[in-house]
């Protein structure tokens, strides 16, 4: 009976979209009907790509794959986002269905989607892996297999993507995949350190970063809730703003963060490589707290899972500093959260007290289905057109807010930590 009621409660929440339109547009992306000549790119594929992690986990990875069969002039071959490999269109995930698979085109655009790059450019366009499969599927295009157990993992991002680039160079054949299973190609050592910023200046003006879209899904949904965020003048004209001023942006990482803050305490982490950017204003040091295990932990705890209090302290302190610095109002909120809509609550009221015009977040957004599905890109697009970002130090999803925005050019001021 019980099992009964639990798959009842999970069927009444709705079975997730198919995204069928975004895998019909994906094949009829102009690279996958050139015929097969001699003219044809080399294809890179990774099979050992991240799945079953957040999207910004594997986001972070596929930009970095991307931008190293760019630099080496070869097609990227892209994935679904994929949660679980299951035969079925949906997995159950917190009593509820969600997409096993989700076609990258309803979550991103660009380069690294199959997207057009500008027209400088002579690189190959990336291929679905759809369409790598059927090409390079059979006995005759057999593809050429790279080893990673020889890669110096443990230098600088441009020494790694350097050394890949001298293997890829001297490989002929049509088809090739990198083989990560002795070790993986990006692993969280180098996103999670300072070695990363090496690739800082290439990475944010190659296609891959300046040529960057969110797809029309995540477009829509930022459009259908854009009078959430935009000054009242804005509102009541409906004229179209490229980023919404007066907006704070501010990334609440709770759910397990709860458990993951203290051990980050204990391991002794800093924050995500790109956050480690000399121009950041924001630095994290815990060193002075390093033989007392409380006030160390207090430390992180205060930058990676903040109280209400600490939350309107670090807000306050930005808007004051950003008027001063910028001669700019800040006035109103969004947070972007995985928290529950009524522990949200307390955080709200406590902004609007201390003087914030409007608080909304992730939770007041009005989003269809397929919009609901990749909810957390919509966050994140909403955060890259904000005034000012103000985002959690530790976490990957912060981390590509802040690269997005410093490649659109967007002040590097406008970027802080709590």
Request: aromatic letters at 10%; charged letters at 20%.
């Amino acid at each position: 009976m019980a099992l009964v009621i639990v798959l009842l409660i999970i069927l009444c929440q709705g079975v997730p979209p198919t995204y069928d339109h975004v895998r019909s547009f994906e094949r009829s992306l102009s690279q996958h009907s050139v015929t097969v000549d001699r003219t044809h790119p080399r294809y890179l594929r990774f099979p050992g790509h991240l799945w079953g992690h957040g999207l910004n986990n594997v986001l972070q990875e596929a930009l970095l794959m991307s931008y190293l069969a760019y630099v080496s002039n070869v097609s990227f071959v892209f994935e679904d986002y994929t949660w679980s490999h299951t035969p079925l269109p949906w997995t159950i995930h917190g009593f509820a269905l969600r997409p096993a698979r989700i076609p990258l085109n309803a979550i991103i655009s660009g380069p690294t989607a199959g997207g057009p790059m500008s027209h400088g450019s002579q690189a190959p366009l990336a291929v679905s892996a759809d369409f790598y499969e059927r090409t390079c599927g059979g006995p005759e295009a057999k593809p050429y297999v790279l080893s990673s157990a020889s890669a110096p993992n443990d230098e600088d991002g441009t020494t790694i993507i350097e050394w890949w680039t001298q293997q890829l160079v001297s490989v002929q054949e049509r088809c090739i995949e990198i083989d990560s299973t002795p070790h993986d190609l990006f692993d969280r050592f180098l996103f999670g350190g300072p070695r990363i910023l090496s690739l800082w200046e290439s990475l944010t003006s190659s296609p891959v970063l300046s040529e960057f879209a969110w797809s029309s899904i995540v477009q829509s949904a930022v459009a259908r809730n854009s009078a959430l965020f935009q000054p009242d003048t804005i509102k009541n004209t409906h004229r179209p703003s490229s980023s919404f001023q007066g907006l704070v942006a501010v990334h609440l990482r709770r759910g397990d963060y709860k458990r993951h803050c203290p051990n980050l305490a204990k391991w002794g982490a800093r924050y995500m490589g790109f956050n480690q950017h000399p121009s950041l204003l924001d630095r994290f040091d815990p060193s002075p707290y390093e033989n007392d295990d409380a006030l160390k932990e207090g430390y992180y705890l205060a930058h990676c899972l903040p109280t209400t209090n600490q939350i309107v302290s670090v807000l306050r302190t930005v808007r004051r500093e950003y008027r001063s610095q910028a001669e700019r109002t800040l006035n109103r909120v969004y947070i972007l959260s995985n928290e529950r809509a009524w522990a949200l609550e307390e955080v709200k009221r406590a902004l609007k007290d201390d003087g914030w015009e409007d608080v909304v977040s992730t939770v007041d957004l009005d989003l269809d289905a397929e919009q609901y599905h990749v909810s957390m890109a919509v966050d994140m697009a909403i955060a890259e057109r904000a005034e000012v970002f103000i985002g959690n130090g530790f976490s990957s999803l912060s981390s590509n807010v802040v690269l997005l925005r410093m490649a659109k050019g967007m002040d590097v001021t406008s970027n802080r930590f709590l």
